[in-house]
């Protein structure tokens, strides 16, 4: 009888499968078109796909949350903060776009809540959580029967410095409970109990804006399995959906974050501890850092125009995939996205009703994918493609075969900028990293990303359409909790307390997810006195002694000059300020292995030199010119073999051309590493 574990991740174009049976190691992995109008039809289409997994344990990767923030649906949201800070969300920051170079021509965008939705309620806290005025239940009921009366039935509440108690907002849920039941609400002390009023109210908010969409989606889902799943959460871990549903923020990048969590244990298995991810799919680009085997994180995020501060894989994502339009700008320029065909009606060459020319057409159009996708289970009409490209190409005066390559061209530069976001800007070298690229589109460009980057190599992991759906199996059950405690003397006795705090929380929660044993992180976030942001470090476990103590402060001057160039460690006129204390709780699961494919013993004589690849067919592809090109089935290709450049190497979920001066090598785990030809 097989025991199966199931990953399933939901994108914008396909919804991919992947089912280990813990008994035998064997993978089962499947790809289905989503279903934007219901994401749960395409959800159950693919376990259907799979066969009997009644008694499969599931771990689900959603877009829903993601594309609410993405598309702008944030509808009859409601505020309740502290007497005298109501214009909160209309201040906001400083910052502006692009620069202060920007700042005339900026314009804010609307608010998450406008200020006519924004109620206030007397009572005050001071820093430390101190009652400095009672909390005023009249204004608090007053609010409560205000947002009935208006049908609002989301709502945020964040107060002043609930992070350091959280008693008024408790009791605000409490007055929203009695006089507006139908209300969700979410509170800051609940979703980030952490200082900087504005970020916690933004994050609040989002929280509360996503939170009825996922409970309904969530429960229909439930509903449907007839069980309950896990869900992935953008920090790395995953959660019951039973818990995930009370902090659905803790969502936005699910997909994202299982895809670079995958790519990175296929990487180092085989030997590449530090790469760049690049997840392509129909609908965007999502890229990440891997440094020694571990995606960075961040607290700084955000999805689309709304800053995130909770825990979470460090993203960039850009509207480049698949099903990219291609436009002519009001200039008359070409443009690529980020508008997106998505799945329905999807490209011209789905033959589903597309008007507009895609990425994935002009593919079609210079041969470099095949006329099907999935093995021939979706057809393409390449009639259509031909139809619109040339059609386009007539307003830009190009011919089609240009048009074409600019397409594509446009598509790589978007991704290649992503890919400077989260490297360049960070202070990092991209010439030092391969690049794993993975999803249904994302090896399509390897070549061009290559020669644009200095890239040294790009490796394409075994069935990388669906390397998200396997991330989502990789993953430890986890939850992350924060304290702010700004001191510049933190007391022993007090790092112990918030700490011991903090570790019994998660270990509640681990403990209603099933784990008896479970495995806590600790970190804290320092800064030298004076200056507005912080530097996460990691904290030690066991006892918190003097010397507990000097190996935090260790870290935070040796990561401040890693990051800045410099530090104060032996200078007493900067002292260094404790901000946040943070645990995450982690509960540890068995990771599918990823087997070599052909036994390795390490004793024995070097390899014979790889020999070249025979091709199963060739067709005509343009690579600058019409070449009469090798098509090769991945499947035929062993650790060792291969492939030269023209040629474009085919499998069930992706495609991947070849370039001239280019040369793919399979490695002992079915990895395809491509580098410059030198030869």
């Given at each position: 009888?097989?025991?199966?574990?199931?990953?399933?991740?939901?994108?914008?174009?396909?919804?991919?499968?992947?089912?280990?049976?813990?008994?035998?190691?064997?993978?089962?992995?499947?790809?289905?078109?989503s279903?934007?109008?219901?994401p749960?039809?395409?959800?159950?289409?693919?376990l259907?796909?799979?066969?009997?997994?009644?008694?499969?344990?599931?771990?689900?990767?959603?877009?829903?949350?993601?594309?609410?923030?993405?598309?702008?649906?944030?509808?009859?949201?409601?505020?309740?903060?502290?007497?005298?800070?109501?214009?909160?969300l209309?201040?906001?920051?400083?910052?502006?776009?692009?620069?202060?170079?920007?700042s005339?021509?900026?314009?804010?965008?609307p608010?998450?809540?406008?200020?006519?939705?924004?109620?206030?309620?007397?009572?005050?806290?001071?820093?430390?959580?101190?009652?400095?005025?009672?909390?005023?239940?009249?204004?608090?009921?007053?609010?409560?029967?205000?947002?009935?009366?208006?049908?609002?039935?989301?709502?945020?509440?964040?107060?002043?410095?609930?992070?350091?108690?959280?008693?008024?907002?408790?009791?605000?849920?409490?007055?929203?409970?009695?006089?507006?039941?139908?209300?969700?609400?979410?509170?800051?002390?609940?979703?980030?109990?952490?200082?900087?009023?504005?970020?916690?109210?933004?994050?609040?908010?989002?929280?509360?804006?996503?939170?009825?969409?996922?409970?309904?989606?969530?429960?229909?889902?439930?509903?449907?399995?007839?069980?309950?799943?896990s869900?992935?959460?953008?920090?790395?871990?995953?959660?019951?959906?039973?818990?995930?549903?009370?902090?659905?923020?803790?969502?936005?990048?699910?997909?994202?974050?299982?895809?670079?969590?995958?790519?990175?244990?296929?990487?180092?298995?085989?030997?590449?501890?530090?790469?760049?991810?690049l997840?392509?799919?129909?609908?965007?680009?999502?890229?990440?850092?891997?440094?020694?085997?571990?995606?960075?994180?961040?607290?700084?995020?955000?999805?689309?125009?709304?800053?995130?501060?909770?825990?979470?894989?460090?993203?960039?994502?850009?509207?480049?995939?698949?099903?990219?339009?291609?436009?002519?700008?009001?200039?008359?320029?070409?443009?690529?996205?980020?508008?997106?065909?998505?799945?329905?009606?999807?490209?011209?060459?789905?033959?589903?009703?597309?008007?507009?020319?895609?990425?994935?057409?002009?593919?079609?159009?210079?041969?470099?994918?095949?006329?099907?996708?999935?093995?021939?289970?979706?057809?393409?009409?390449v009639?259509?493609?031909?139809?619109?490209?040339?059609?386009?190409?007539?307003?830009?005066?190009?011919?089609?075969?240009?048009?074409?390559?600019?397409?594509?061209?446009?598509?790589?530069?978007?991704?290649?900028?992503?890919?400077?976001?989260?490297?360049?800007?960070?202070?990092?070298?991209?010439?030092?990293?391969?690049?794993?690229?993975?999803?249904?589109?994302?090896?399509?460009?390897?070549?061009?990303?290559?020669?644009?980057?200095?890239?040294?190599?790009?490796?394409?992991?075994?069935?990388?359409?669906?390397?998200?759906?396997f991330?989502?199996?990789?993953?430890?059950v986890?939850?992350?909790?924060?304290?702010?405690?700004?001191?510049?003397?933190?007391?022993?006795?007090s790092?112990?307390?918030?700490?011991?705090?903090?570790?019994?929380?998660?270990a509640?929660?681990?403990?209603?997810?099933?784990?008896?044993?479970?495995?806590?992180?600790?970190?804290?976030?320092?800064?030298?006195?004076?200056?507005?942001?912080?530097?996460?470090?990691?904290?030690?476990?066991?006892?918190?002694?003097?010397?507990?103590?000097?190996?935090?402060?260790?870290?935070?001057?040796?990561?401040?000059?890693?990051?800045?160039?410099?530090?104060?460690?032996?200078?007493?006129?900067?002292?260094?300020?404790?901000?946040?204390?943070?645990?995450?709780?982690?509960?540890?699961?068995?990771?599918?292995?990823?087997?070599?494919?052909?036994?390795?013993?390490?004793?024995?004589?070097?390899?014979?030199?790889?020999?070249p690849?025979?091709?199963?067919?060739?067709?005509?592809?343009?690579?600058?010119?019409?070449?009469?090109?090798?098509?090769?089935?991945?499947?035929?290709?062993?650790?060792?073999?291969?492939?030269?450049?023209?040629?474009?190497?085919?499998?069930?979920?992706?495609?991947?051309?070849?370039?001239?001066?280019?040369?793919?090598?399979?490695?002992?785990?079915?990895?395809?590493?491509?580098?410059?030809?030198?030869?």
């Amino acid at each position: 009888m097989r025991s199966l574990r199931i990953g399933v991740d939901t994108g914008g174009t396909f919804t991919d499968v992947v089912a280990v049976d813990e008994h035998t190691g064997d993978l089962i992995t499947v790809k289905t078109p989503s279903t934007p109008a219901n994401p749960a039809d395409g959800f159950m289409t693919g376990l259907a796909k799979v066969g009997d997994v009644d008694d499969a344990s599931v771990v689900h990767g959603t877009t829903v949350a993601t594309n609410q923030l993405l598309e702008d649906r944030i509808d009859d949201l409601g505020f309740i903060t502290t007497e005298g800070f109501e214009y909160i969300l209309e201040i906001a920051r400083q910052s502006v776009p692009d620069g202060y170079g920007n700042s005339y021509f900026w314009v804010k965008p609307p608010r998450i809540v406008p200020v006519h939705r924004v109620r206030t309620v007397g009572g005050r806290l001071d820093h430390r959580g101190g009652e400095v005025r009672p909390f005023d239940e009249a204004q608090a009921v007053e609010a409560a029967r205000w947002f009935r009366g208006r049908g609002v039935t989301s709502i945020g509440v964040c107060f002043l410095h609930s992070y350091a108690n959280p008693a008024h907002e408790r009791r605000m849920r409490e007055v929203i409970a009695r006089e507006h039941p139908e209300a969700v609400v979410s509170l800051s002390s609940d979703v980030l109990r952490e200082y900087r009023e504005y970020e916690r109210s933004i994050t609040t908010l989002v929280d509360a804006a996503v939170k009825p969409a996922m409970q309904r989606y969530l429960a229909n889902l439930s509903q449907r399995l007839g069980r309950q799943f896990s869900v992935m959460k953008s920090n790395g871990g995953i959660l019951s959906a039973a818990e995930v549903v009370h902090q659905p923020i803790t969502t936005v990048l699910s997909g994202p974050a299982a895809g670079a969590l995958g790519a990175a244990l296929i990487a180092s298995t085989a030997g590449h501890p530090s790469v760049i991810t690049l997840d392509g799919g129909g609908t965007s680009t999502d890229v990440a850092v891997v440094v020694d085997g571990e995606p960075s994180i961040t607290t700084e995020g955000s999805v689309g125009r709304y800053p995130c501060k909770i825990p979470m894989i460090d993203i960039v994502t850009v509207g480049a995939g698949g099903g990219s339009v291609a436009w002519i700008s009001p200039e008359g320029t070409l443009k690529v996205g980020p508008k997106s065909a998505g799945a329905d009606p999807g490209p011209l060459c789905y033959g589903r009703g597309g008007t507009e020319v895609t990425v994935t057409d002009a593919h079609v159009f210079l041969g470099r994918i095949p006329p099907h996708l999935l093995g021939g289970e979706i057809p393409l009409d390449v009639e259509a493609s031909r139809a619109g490209i040339n059609a386009l190409a007539e307003k830009l005066d190009l011919t089609p075969e240009r048009l074409a390559e600019g397409i594509l061209e446009i598509s790589a530069f978007n991704q290649s900028n992503a890919i400077r976001q989260i490297t360049v800007k960070r202070g990092l070298d991209v010439r030092d990293f391969p690049l794993v690229t993975f999803g249904g589109s994302g090896p399509l460009l390897a070549c061009r990303l290559m020669d644009i980057l200095g890239l040294p190599a790009v490796i394409v992991p075994p069935d990388p359409g669906t390397v998200s759906a396997f991330g989502l199996l990789t993953v430890d059950v986890k939850n992350d909790y924060v304290r702010t405690y700004v001191t510049r003397e933190l007391s022993l006795d007090s790092a112990a307390d918030l700490y011991g705090s903090l570790e019994r929380e998660a270990a509640t929660a681990l403990e209603r997810e099933g784990f008896d044993e479970p495995v806590f992180a600790r970190s804290a976030d320092l800064r030298y006195y004076g200056q507005a942001y912080e530097v996460r470090v990691p904290a030690p476990a066991g006892e918190i002694s003097e010397e507990w103590r000097e190996e935090v402060l260790d870290r935070f001057h040796e990561a401040h000059e890693r990051l800045y160039g410099y530090a104060y460690r032996d200078d007493p006129r900067h002292a260094v300020e404790w901000v946040n204390l943070r645990v995450s709780g982690i509960g540890p699961i068995t990771r599918p292995p990823i087997r070599r494919r052909v036994a390795q013993d390490l004793l024995a004589e070097p390899a014979e030199p790889a020999e070249p690849a025979e091709p199963a067919v060739t067709r005509t592809v343009h690579f600058e010119r019409h070449h009469d090109t090798p098509i090769h089935q991945r499947r035929a290709l062993g650790p060792g073999a291969t492939v030269t450049g023209p040629a474009v190497i085919e499998e069930y979920g992706s495609t991947v051309p070849i370039h001239p001066g280019f040369t793919a090598t399979v490695d002992e785990f079915g990895n395809l590493e491509i580098r410059r030809d030198h030869s």
